[in-house]
């Protein structure tokens, strides 16, 4: 509980071998899988320690109660905004009053439910609040190369020629 809360997921042993590889291809893969780990540790099947799924959904409703709250104080006094809808690339996130900065304080798991949201409702938000269809596969890859290593991205963009923004 302890390695996924801080961001050292464990992956599976069969996959485990595949480490060195993954990190050669992707930005701190055990940080990505850390974030699919971390909510199910709730599970009784995942975890088998009572006190660590004790200790897990204590972690979870404190992050997420901490976070909403943080987030509600800021909009409820006037100092910024925040995006509820999943398909927007500003789900979740604190654009501060009067700037164009977005505060994400939710370590990655906005990416995560925006691209679940994307690719279950085949829809997308611009940041202008237009809202048109999306391709699975394209918002698949789109989220694929969000997650390469710099040096696979710059290898990937070389090939492609044009960079992840476009």
Known sequence: LVNWASGRGTFPEKIQQLGPAMSTVLFAPRLLWANVQLPTAVLPWV???RLA????W???LSFAGAGSGLLTLAVLTGQGKVELDPRSPDFGKLQVKGTDTR????????QLIRFTAQVTMDEKKTIAGRVSE?????TIQRYLQSKESPAWGFLHDVLKGETFLG
Request: net charge positive; glycine share 4%; charged share 35%.
């Open 134 to 138: 999306a391709n699975r596969l394209e």
């Open 103 to 110: 505060l994400d304080i939710w370590r990655g798991y906005s």
């Open 58 to 60: 204590k972690t979870l």
């Open 53 to 56: 799924r004790v200790e897990a």
């Open 47 to 49: 975890t088998k320690s």
